[in-house]
């Protein structure tokens, strides 16, 4: 194989791989994980093994999984945004 293939598949090893490193860092750290760059370094180094075991190491963890689910609310918002006595503009008494 010649030098200009090996460059053009590191290139592309770099690009997606990389890529693919950023999301998992910045999800690690959304997620609140002890080590985002960790796992975003395993994830490079090893490809698609280390992005398929982050995804299964991570399913089952949410950042709310204490908190029931309220219906009156939207994702996101804290009980602050909340109206006071829970309903809408459109209800009447």
Avoid: H
């Amino acid at each position: 194989m010649s030098g200009q293939a090996l460059l053009l598949i590191g290139l592309i090893y770099v690009g997606i791989f990389g890529s693919l490193s950023a999301l998992v860092y910045w999800d690690a750290n959304r997620r609140g994980l002890d080590s985002p760059a960790k796992w975003a370094g395993f994830v490079f180094i090893t490809g698609g093994t280390g992005f398929l075991l982050y995804v299964a190491d991570t399913d089952g963890e949410g950042r709310y999984e204490d908190d029931a689910a309220d219906p009156y609310s939207l994702p996101g918002s804290t009980p602050a945004d909340r109206r006071e006595g829970g309903r809408d503009s459109n209800d009447t008494e």
